[in-house]
């Protein structure tokens, strides 16, 4: 325990240090092979390290990065933040993929489910109607199609919030990467809906406690959003934007970027249209087209079972059978419905088709 501690603190030591960024980070621990053996090194032999100047071994050397370090242990441990460094195995194996990744992260909410599917929907912060709409009517397709998805955004004001919102409203688990610490939440605005993510999502970033957000840290967050990802969706952007950015992350790091088309006449779809017309998107109107570039297959068990949430009054009485007893035989179901055989028989069938039963040998079925 005292070595795994030990770890943490030299890890958020060097993250806190100024002018080291991630690869330089990455490149320090594998040059030396021991996190815990780069700060017992000399100025001299710091100064060996290519990319090592003297200011940076100065930085390196200070107790001012321990002093971060050993408040950050405090915060996270106070209020309950995960930290996970690059050299974890549950590291999320997409982000480490990239070059740039960041050496370590810290997150709150649930656990990334990494054999879902990972989609990443961005664009303005001027969303239109068009825009919101589409974020909701394809997250609605998303579940309605049985895909096991991940929806991740950067929790700003416009299209990011109204994929979260829509992923929220249909049950999908969504992750805000913010460009600022844990300690606060930007914009304000959204506190409410990064509370509710927490319990079917969650939050994640880069930055320690008290940094706040300034430009840079959101080009920086953009690429953890680009690197977490399956797929980039660009729903609305002008001709220059952090969407765009994100795609062409996206794209470095050899992922499907997709842009929603609009009109040439609208501000916010220059960006989308000049995407398509580079060959840097493709251009999605639907999850079909999600799904035909990215080769997914629908649950169709899924389907079958969206296609029969709306029970009969009497298949409502069935289905309330096998919450009681979780195995039924046909006769048993008859004599506790009080329906005879045959509409018993019609009944399982439909709801057997619907994907919400399932049949054994000898008769006997059971809830899915």
């Excluded at 806190?16 to 990455?26: D, E």
């Excluded at 068009?130 to 700003?156: M, P, T, W």
């Excluded at 609305?236 to 795609?247: I, Q, R």
């Excluded at 009681?324 to 419905?337: G, H, M, V």
């Amino acid at each position: 325990m005292e070595q795994v501690l030990n770890n943490k603190r030299n890890l958020l030591a060097l993250w806190s240090v100024s002018g080291i960024g991630s690869m330089t980070a990455r490149k320090l621990v594998a040059y030396v092979g021991d996190i815990n053996e780069l700060f017992k090194l000399k100025k001299e032999k710091l100064l060996k390290i290519p990319g090592v100047g003297p200011q940076l071994a100065d930085a390196i050397l200070t107790s001012e990065a321990f002093k971060k370090a050993d408040e950050e242990l405090v915060f996270i441990e106070k209020y309950k933040i995960k930290f996970t460094s690059i050299f974890d195995t549950d590291y999320p194996f997409r982000l480490k993929q990239c070059e740039d990744a960041p050496l370590v992260f810290f997150s709150k909410g649930a656990k990334l489910n990494e054999e879902a599917k990972f989609i990443s929907i961005v664009g303005t912060r001027n969303a239109s109607p068009y825009g919101k709409d589409f974020c909701n009517d394809f997250i609605v397709q998303l579940k309605e199609r049985g895909h096991q998805v991940v929806v991740v955004s950067g929790l700003a004001y416009g299209i990011d919030i109204a994929a979260h919102k829509a992923s929220l409203k249909n049950n999908i688990p969504t992750y805000g990467i913010l460009a600022h610490g844990l300690d606060t939440i930007y914009p304000t605005q959204h506190r409410n809906i990064a509370t509710k993510m927490l319990e079917q999502g969650g939050l994640i970033t880069e930055f320690m406690h008290g940094i706040f957000p300034d430009k840079n840290n959101f080009v920086r967050r953009n690429r953890i959003i680009a690197g977490l990802s399956d797929a980039v969706i660009v729903v609305e952007s002008d001709k220059k934007g952090g969407s765009l950015l994100t795609a062409d992350m996206a794209n470095s790091y050899n992922r499907d970027v997709f842009a929603v088309p609009g009109k040439i006449t609208d501000k916010y779809s220059t960006g989308c249209n000049n995407l398509i017309k580079s060959n840097r998107a493709a251009l999605i109107q639907s999850v079909d087209d999600l799904e035909y570039v990215m080769g997914w297959e629908p649950n169709s068990k899924a389907i079958q079972k969206e296609l029969f949430v709306e029970l009969s009054d009497e298949e409502k009485i069935l289905i309330d059978l096998f919450n009681e007893k979780s195995e039924l035989n046909i006769d048993t179901i008859c004599r506790n419905s009080g329906f005879n055989m045959a509409k018993v028989s019609a009944m399982l069938l439909n709801l057997e088709f619907g994907g919400l039963i399932k049949c054994k040998p000898g008769k006997v079925f059971y809830k899915i």
